[in-house]
C-alpha cells in the first residue's frame, strides 16, 4: 500500500488537467439540478454540495498542476536527462494489450449477456480471458475450454436453479 | 426467560443444524468478491418464512455473523474484499499474504472476527438500552460532526500525498451525488436516464475499484516478468497460524477497535467498511510504529476484522431497541423478525423476551461455528493461493457479475462495474489511492444530508447545545494536525532517502 | 495473437448477428390463459421492516398458496418510492411482476413534483390494505393535548416548534395542509422515514411529527409518547381513543392506502386475475385477516380493479390541490 510515490510530472500534469475539466463540468451541469421551494426549504439546496466538491476538486487540480510544473523544472534542469522515445498511441496500446484486450473481453461480454444469456456469455468470455491472460507458452486450450464449460455451468446452476436469482437468459432460453 | 431463550437454542438440534448450515453459507457468500452478506439473508429470507421464528431469526442471524466475517477471505488472499466491511484487511492482509504469511493473516483474521464478534454480543446482551438511549441522542449536528471527523481520517491515511488521497475521497463523494438528492429527491446528473436516477451502489463500486483492478493489474503483468503472483508459497499452516503471546499482545488492539467497531455499528447508515478502515487508522496513529502499517503486519488485520466484527453486534442494538436497522443486512433482518411477530422496540423484552435472548445464543453459537469452520477451511483456503491467476481471476470476475446484476436485476450495473474498473485502472495510473474513494461515497451522502438537516435546524438550534458534536470538531482537528505533523516528517524523510 | 484476435471478431460478428434476429428476449411466452405458470416478483417501494414492505409481503405470502407460484419479494427503495415507481412502470409488462407501494408515496410524489407521474402510469390492480392511521404525536411529557393546542401554540411562538416529516412523503403533505389551512407555523425539519421520525422525537431533535399507529403503538403504551390525533377521516375500528384530525382540521384527511400495481401495459386479464385472488384473500382467509387486525388495527378491506382507480383518482385530485405549495 505505497501510495503517494511521486510519479513523473507528465502524469501528474495530465491528472491535474482531467481533474480541473472533470470538476468544471461538475460545476457547471449542477445548474441543472432543480432547486426545491416547499416547506423546509433552506439555502443548503440540493446544488449545494455538488458545488463545494467540485470547488475543493478545482482546487486540488490546481495544486496538482503546479507540482508538475515544479516536477519538470527540476527534471529538464539535471544534467542527464534521459532522451526517451517519443511513444506513440499505438505503441503503448501494444504493450499494454492484454489489458486492452480484458476490457474488450468484458465489454463483450456484458453487450451479450442480455441477448445471448449468462451462461452461454459466460462460457465464452472465460475461454477468452484465461487465455488472454496466459503466457503464449502456456496456452493450453483444452484446459481453458474445459475450466470454462465446467464453471460457467457450474455458477448457472448454483445460481439460477438452485437460488433462483434472476440472471438473463438469452433467446435461446438459458 | 433467559432460560428458555437458551434451551430453545442448544437444545433444539434443528436449530442448532440451521445455524451451523447458515454460517457456513454465509462465510461461502462472504467469501466471494460480489457476493455479500446482504445477499445471502435477501435470498434465504422466503426459506425462513416457513420455519417458527426462532429457527428462523437464527437462520438469519447466523448468515449475517458468516456473511461479514467471510469477507477476509478474499481480502488476504485476493486483495479484493470479499464484502464493503474487508476493505481495510486488504491493507495489510494482502501484504502478509505476498510475504509468504499468508496462513499467519488468515488465522489472525479468523481469530480476532471471533474476539470481535464475542465484543459486540456482549455489549449487546448487556447494555443494549443505555447503548440505544445515546444513539438517539444523535442528530443531525451529531451526525454531520461525526462525518466530518471520518473524512479527516483520510488525511491520516493518505500518508505522504495528502492531495491524491482528498482527490479520491471527492471524487467518491461526488460518485455518490449521481441520483435523486437528500432530502428534496430532485435529480442530480442523471441526463434523464432511469437507471442513473437510481445512483451507483457501494457494492458496483466496490467491484469494479477492487475486483477489475486486479484482473488488469494481472494483465499487465501477463507479459512482463513482475512477480506478481503468489502461488509458490508455502501454504501450510500450524495451528492459528500465530502465537499465544502475540494473541495477547493483540488483545488491546483487538478490543479497542471492536469497541469502535460496536460504536459505529450502533449509528444507522454507516457500516462495516467505515468501521474496519477507522480503527485501522486509530491503531496505526497509536502504534509504536506506524511506518510499518501497510508493510504486511498482525495489527492492521486485527484492528479490522475486530471493528467489523464488533460492527455486527453493533448494528443489531438499533435494531433490537428501537427498530431502526443499520445497514442493509440488518433491515433485512427487521423484515425477518417482522414476518415473525417479533416487534422491535421498547417493548420488545416484555413482548418477546425468550426470542431476544434466544437470538443473544444463536449468535453466540454462530460466532462460536463461524470461528471453527474458518480455523478448519483455513487450511484448505489457502490453497486457493496455488491456483494460477490466469484461471482463478476470470471465474472471480463471473462471480462479481453475479453478484452485481443478482442484486437488482439490472445490466447498468454490470456496466458500472466495468466503468469503475476502468477508472480505477486510472487511478492507479496517476498514482491517486483507491480506499479514499470508498470513504468519500459513503461519508459524502452522509455529510450532505445531514448539514442541511443541521441548516433546517439554526433557526432554534446551535452547535453550543450539542457537546458530543464539539468533542468530535475537537477530535477532527487534533487527528488533522496530528497526521499533517507525521506526514510531512514522512515525507521529508522519503525525500531524504532518495538523494542518499 | 493474431489468432486470438481473429477470434474476438468472430465472436463480435456472431453477437451482432444474434442482436440482429433476436427479438424481445424477455421472453412473452405466457399468454393470460394459464397464468401464472412461473414465479412472481413482487418490488416493494419502501424499506424493510416498514408498514408497506409487512404488508406487501404477507399478501405475498398469501399469494404463493392461493396461486400456486412461488412469489419474490425485492425492496428497491429510496426517495419515498420514487425510484422504484420511476423504474418499474413500463418495465416487464409480462404480468410477473408487481409493484407494491403506498398511497402517500404514488400520489404523494406526483403532487410534490418528485415524480412527473401518477397512479395513470401504471394499470391498478388493487387498492388493498388500509393503514391503521398516521398520527400525531408528541412527547408524553409535551404541555399539548390535543391538535388545536399544537396549533395554536405555533402560532403563538412560529418557527419554535419543530415538526419532522420525510420531506415529499404524506407526512411531508400534512404539515403543508397544517401550514395553509391550519394557519400553524411549524419548523419543518426533514426527519427520515417512519421509524427515524419516532427516534428523533424521542432524542428530543423535533417536538412533534406524524408516524404510522403501528410504528408508534408500543411507544404509547410504553408511555413514551401521545397521540394527539389520527389523519384518518374516521378513527380506526380497533382504536376509538384517538379523535381524527379533520375533526380540529376540515382539510387534515389523509387515508394512506396499500397499492398493488402492475406495469403499465400489463394484460388486463392477468390484472383481473390478480385482483381476484387478492380479494379472495382479503375477503376470506382466516390467516390474512388475523394479522392484519392484529398489525394495521383495522379490518381487511381491498377494493376491485375500478373501485381502486376511482380511489385513487379522488386522492390525486385532493393532494394536486396543494401541490403549487409543496414544490
Given at each position: ?108 461480454y456484458i453487450v451479450g449477456l442480455q441477448r445471448v444469456g449468462f451462461l452461454i456469455m459466460s462460457v465464452?468470455y ?25 464453471f460457467a455451468v457450474g455458477i448457472n446452476y448454483i445460481f439460477v436453479v438452485w437460488l433462483r436469482v434472476m440472471l438473463p437468459r438469452g433467446i435461446i432460453g438459458f | ?24 453459507i454465509?462465510?461461502i457468500f462472504?467469501?466471494i468478491p460480489g457476493l455479500t452478506a446482504t445477499m445471502a439473508i435477501v435470498m434465504f429470507l422466503p426459506v425462513t418464512y ?13 448468515l ?130 432511469v437507471d442513473?436516477?437510481a445512483?451507483?451502489k457501494?457494492l458496483v463500486?466496490?467491484i ?120 442493509a443486512?440488518?433491515?433485512m433482518?427487521?423484515g ?61 470476475v463471473v462471480l462479481t457479475v453475479v453478484g452485481a446484476i443478482g442484486d437488482s436485476n439490472r445490466i447498468f450495473d454490470v456496466w458500472g462495474v466495468l ?82 | ?21 433476436s427479438g424481445d428476449s424477455s421472453g412473452n411466452d405466457s399468454?393470460?390463459?394459464?397464468w401464472p405458470n412461473k414465479p412472481l416478483t413482487f418490488i416493494v417501494t419502501?424499506?424493510a421492516?416498514?408498514?408497506?414492505d409487512?404488508?406487501a409481503r404477507?399478501?405475498s405470502r398469501?399469494l404463493e398458496?392461493?396461486l400456486g407460484v412461488a412469489v419474490a419479494v425485492n425492496n428497491v427503495t429510496g426517495?419515498?418510492?420514487?425510484i422504484a415507481l420511476t423504474q418499474y412502470k413500463d418495465e416487464n409488462p409480462d404480468g410477473y411482476t408487481f409493484v407494491f ?160 400495481l402492475a406495469p403499465?401495459g400489463t394484460?388486463?386479464?392477468i390484472?383481473?386475475?390478480l ?53
Open positions: 500500500m505505497i501510495w503517494g510515490v511521486t510519479m513523473t510530472y507528465k502524469s501528474n500534469l495530465i491528472t491535474g488537467m482531467i481533474l480541473m475539466i472533470v470538476s468544471t463540468a461538475y460545476y457547471a451541469l449542477s445548474f441543472q439540478i432543480e432547486v426545491f421551494g416547499g416547506s423546509g426549504a433552506t439555502a443548503l439546496d440540493s446544488r449545494f454540495m455538488p458545488r463545494v466538491w467540485s470547488a475543493l476538486l478545482f482546487v486540488l487540480s490546481i495544486i496538482l498542476i503546479i507540482r508538475s510544473m515544479k516536477q519538470r523544472k527540476k527534471h529538464l534542469s539535471k544534467e542527464d536527462v534521459n532522451i526517451k522515445r517519443k511513444r506513440s498511441f499505438m505503441t503503448i496500446l501494444k504493450e499494454n494489450r492484454e489489458v486492452a484486450m480484458t476490457f474488450i473481453a468484458l465489454a463483450i465464452l472465460l475461454f477468452f480471458q484465461i487465455l488472454i491472460l496466459t503466457n503464449k507458452e502456456k496456452r493450453n486450450l483444452l484446459l481453458a475450454g474445459i475450466v470454462s464449460i465446467v | 426467560m433467559i432460560l428458555e431463550g437458551f434451551a430453545s437454542v442448544f437444545l433444539d438440534p434443528v436449530v442448532l443444524a440451521l445455524i451451523a448450515v447458515a454460517v457456513a454465509g462465510i462472504g467469501s416457513r420455519m417458527t421464528p426462532i429457527q428462523g431469526i437464527s437462520t438469519l442471524v447466523a449475517y455473523i458468516g456473511g461479514i466475517s467471510g469477507g477476509l477471505v478474499s481480502a488476504i488472499l485476493l486483495n479484493i474484499p470479499g464484502t464493503p466491511s474487508s476493505v481495510a484487511t486488504c491493507f495489510d492482509g494482502r501484504p502478509m499474504a505476498e510475504n509468504g504469511e499468508a496462513g499467519k493473516a488468515l488465522g489472525t483474521a479468523v481469530v480476532f472476527s471471533f474476539v470481535g464478534s464475542l465484543v459486540g454480543i456482549a455489549l449487546l446482551m448487556f447494555i443494549s438500552p443505555m447503548l440505544a438511549s445515546i444513539a438517539i441522542k444523535f442528530g443531525a449536528y451529531e451526525y454531520t460532526a461525526l462525518a466530518v471527523m471520518a473524512l479527516s481520517l483520510v488525511v491520516a491515511l493518505t500518508g505522504r500525498d495528502m492531495t491524491k488521497g482528498f482527490v479520491s475521497a471527492i471524487l467518491g463523494a461526488m460518485l455518490a451525488t449521481v441520483g435523486l438528492a437528500p432530502i428534496d429527491s430532485k435529480a442530480r446528473y442523471t441526463f434523464g436516464l442513473l436516477t445512483g451507483f457501494l463500486l466496490l469494479g475499484l477492487f475486483a477489475i483492478t486486479e484482473i488488469i493489474k494481472y494483465a499487465e503483468s501477463v507479459r512482463k516478468e513482475k512477480k506478481l503472483q503468489i502461488s509458490n508459497q508455502n501454504t501450510e499452516i500450524k495451528g492459528f497460524g500465530f502465537s499465544f503471546k502475540e494473541f495477547i499482545g493483540q488483545l488491546p488492539n483487538s478490543i479497542r477497535s471492536a469497541l469502535l467497531g460496536v460504536g459505529i455499528g450502533i449509528l444507522p447508515g454507516i457500516g462495516g467498511a467505515i468501521s474496519g478502515t477507522v480503527a485501522y487508522t486509530v491503531a496505526k496513529n497509536t502504534s509504536k510504529y506506524p511506518e510499518k502499517f501497510g508493510t504486511g503486519i498482525m495489527d492492521g488485520v486485527v484492528a479490522s476484522e475486530s471493528a467489523n466484527n464488533g460492527t455486527i453486534g453493533g448494528a443489531m442494538i438499533p435494531l433490537l431497541s428501537l427498530g431502526i436497522p443499520g445497514d443486512a440488518t433491515a433482518l427487521l425477518g423478525l417482522m414476518v415473525h411477530n417479533v416487534a422491535p422496540g421498547p417493548l420488545i423484552f416484555d413482548k418477546s423476551g425468550s426470542i431476544v435472548y434466544a437470538i443473544f445464543f444463536a449468535m453466540i453459537l454462530a460466532s462460536l461455528a463461524m470461528l471453527v469452520f474458518e480455523l478448519f477451511g483455513m487450511k484448505q483456503i489457502i490453497k486457493v493461493l496455488k491456483i494460477p491467476s490466469n484461471y482463478l481471476l476470470p471465474v472471480i466503468l469503475f474498473g476502468l477508472m480505477g485502472y486510472g487511478m492507479i495510473k496517476a498514482g491517486i489511492p483507491t480506499i479514499p474513494m470508498i470513504l468519500g461515497f459513503i461519508l459524502g451522502p452522509m455529510f450532505e444530508s445531514n448539514v442541511r438537516k443541521m441548516s433546517q435546524l439554526m433557526n432554534t438550534d446551535s452547535l453550543i447545545n450539542h457537546p458530543i458534536a464539539i468533542v468530535f470538531y475537537i477530535i477532527t482537528v487534533l487527528v488533522v494536525i496530528l497526521s499533517v505533523r507525521g506526514n510531512i516528517k514522512e515525507a521529508k524523510m522519503y525525500e531524504k532517502m532518495k538523494t542518499l | 495473437m493474431k489468432k486470438l484476435i481473429s477470434m474476438l471478431l468472430v465472436l463480435c460478428i456472431l453477437m451482432l448477428l444474434f442482436a440482429g434476429c399468454g393470460s390463459e394459464d419502501h424499506g421492516g416498514g408498514d408497506t409487512y404488508n404477507l399478501m398469501m398458496d392461493e426517495s419515498n418510492g420514487a407501494t403506498n398511497t402517500a408515496a404514488l400520489t404523494g410524489n406526483e403532487a410534490t413534483g418528485i415524480s412527473d407521474f401518477g397512479f395513470d402510469a401504471f394499470e391498478p390492480v388493487s387498492v388493498y390494505g388500509r393503514q391503521s392511521g398516521e398520527n400525531i404525536i408528541v412527547p408524553a411529557d409535551s404541555p399539548y393535548e390535543n391538535l388545536d393546542q399544537l396549533i395554536e401554540a405555533s402560532k403563538a411562538n412560529p418557527g419554535s416548534i419543530r415538526f419532522g416529516v420525510s420531506t415529499g412523503g404524506g407526512v411531508y403533505i400534512a404539515s403543508v395542509i397544517l401550514e395553509q389551512a391550519g394557519g400553524s407555523k411549524f419548523q419543518v425539519i426533514e426527519s427520515g422515514d417512519a421509524a427515524e421520525r419516532v427516534t428523533s422525537l424521542l432524542g428530543g431533535h423535533v417536538d412533534a411529527t406524524i408516524a404510522p399507529y403501528s410504528t408508534v403503538k408500543e411507544y404509547i403504551e410504553n408511555g413514551d409518547v401521545k397521540a394527539l390525533s389520527t389523519l384518518l377521516e374516521e378513527p380506526p375500528t380497533l382504536i376509538p381513543d384517538i379523535p381524527s384530525a379533520s375533526e380540529t382540521l376540515e382539510e387534515l384527511k389523509l387515508n394512506t392506502y396499500y397499492v398493488a403499465k394484460d388486463s386479464e390484472v383481473e386475475k385482483n381476484d385472488a387478492i380479494l379472495k384473500i382479503v375477503n376470506e382467509n382466516q390467516e390474512y385477516s388475523e394479522e392484519v387486525e392484529r398489525y394495521n388495527l383495522q379490518a381487511p378491506w381491498a377494493l376491485s380493479v375500478s373501485d381502486s382507480i376511482e380511489e385513487l383518482s379522488q386522492q390525486r385530485d385532493r393532494f394536486m390541490r396543494y401541490s403549487e405549495f409543496l414544490r
